[in-house]
């Protein structure tokens, strides 16, 4: 089968969901440091990487938790309007929105050139790499023309979703329209668009991705693409146990294990095989899965041939 057979045929036509948790940044950033040497916090750092500590040995006693999204939602119990929330949330978005990919190709770059069209990546990651990469990959695929002028369906990237929100999107609730935070654009119909900064913290007791529009828009476009996907790639998403609403979420999809005896799942994880597999139990059928600790020995990286390799690191260089 040549590349082009396979890119309009397998599957017959359906497509490949790519599921991104934390670890798929933290792989990517130990691989290739972030470009300003700042470092990728995790839920149970956060708080002296970003620079939070005077705000958090100042709360009240009984808010203190060694995991800052539990520590989050008792902070928002007390008052979701206060001076620290708003101080915490305007601090973690500077954070992130200075991050920049480094110049040379990264895990992100051969994520976005091993997929097609009809595929989706969805992250729950606040980082700006998916929209980076995604970005600086596109004339790989449209040939230098705009995405506009292309006329052929798998001359696209894949798609990207922003399942928690994303430092790099913005979202105008008047046009229902997103693009680059804080940029303006103008609609097909020339309404002008202010994208706004998209919320990132949410409290883990007060869930809800039906409130916010734009994240209301990722999860169905995501429900959607899971019903019909042959093969799914879950990369460093550990389903936490505080996520209660987005698991449901993602089986409410995925339907009955039974029914998805010809799908595929893969688990990239350096958490012991069994450890992952237990996590996501309720979406394998059977023997129906791969298990891999490096994203260089899953099905997508086996799409990226030596040239390609080579063609990417000479652009970017």
């Not at 708003?86 to 992100?108: A, H, Q, W």
Request: with cysteine; charged share 25%.
């Amino acid at each position: 089968m040549t590349r082009e057979e396979e890119i309009t045929k397998v599957y017959g036509g359906k497509p490949h969901v790519v599921i991104l948790g934390a670890g798929a940044s933290i792989a990517s950033t130990r691989r290739n440091p972030e470009a300003t040497g700042k470092e990728l916090p995790s839920m149970y750092n956060i708080t002296d990487v970003v620079g939070l500590r005077d705000i958090v040995d100042a709360l009240p006693d009984g808010v203190y938790h060694d995991n800052f999204e539990i520590l989050y939602s008792k902070l928002y119990d007390l008052n979701p309007l206060s001076s620290e929330i708003i101080e915490i949330n305007k601090r973690i978005y500077d954070y992130f929105s200075g991050m920049k990919l480094p110049v040379e190709p990264t895990i992100y770059d051969y994520l976005v050139l091993s997929l097609r069209a009809k595929d989706t990546i969805a992250t729950f990651n606040w980082d700006p790499f998916l929209h980076q990469a995604w970005s600086r990959n596109q004339p790989f695929f449209t040939e230098g023309r705009s995405l506009r002028e292309c006329d052929n369906l798998y001359q696209f990237p894949p798609k990207i979703l922003f399942l928690h929100g994303c430092v790099s999107i913005g979202y105008d609730a008047t046009h229902d329209a997103s693009g680059p935070s804080k940029y303006n654009a103008y609609t097909a119909n020339g309404d002008l668009c202010y994208f706004e900064p998209i919320k990132l913290l949410y409290p883990v007791t007060h869930k809800d991705y039906n409130v916010d529009p734009y994240i209301k828009s990722q999860w169905i476009r995501l429900q959607r693409d899971l019903k019909e996907a042959k093969r799914v790639t879950v990369f460093g998403y550990s389903a936490p146990q505080t996520d209660v609403e987005a698991i449901d979420l993602l089986k409410e999809a995925w339907g009955e294990v039974d029914a998805r005896a010809y799908e595929q799942f893969e688990l990239i994880d350096i958490r012991k095989e069994d450890d992952v597999k237990e996590s996501w139990n309720e979406f394998i059928h059977s023997h129906h899965y791969d298990y891999h600790k490096s994203f260089f020995d899953c099905s997508l990286a086996n799409h990226l041939d030596e040239l390609l390799k080579v063609i990417i690191i000479g652009v970017f260089l």
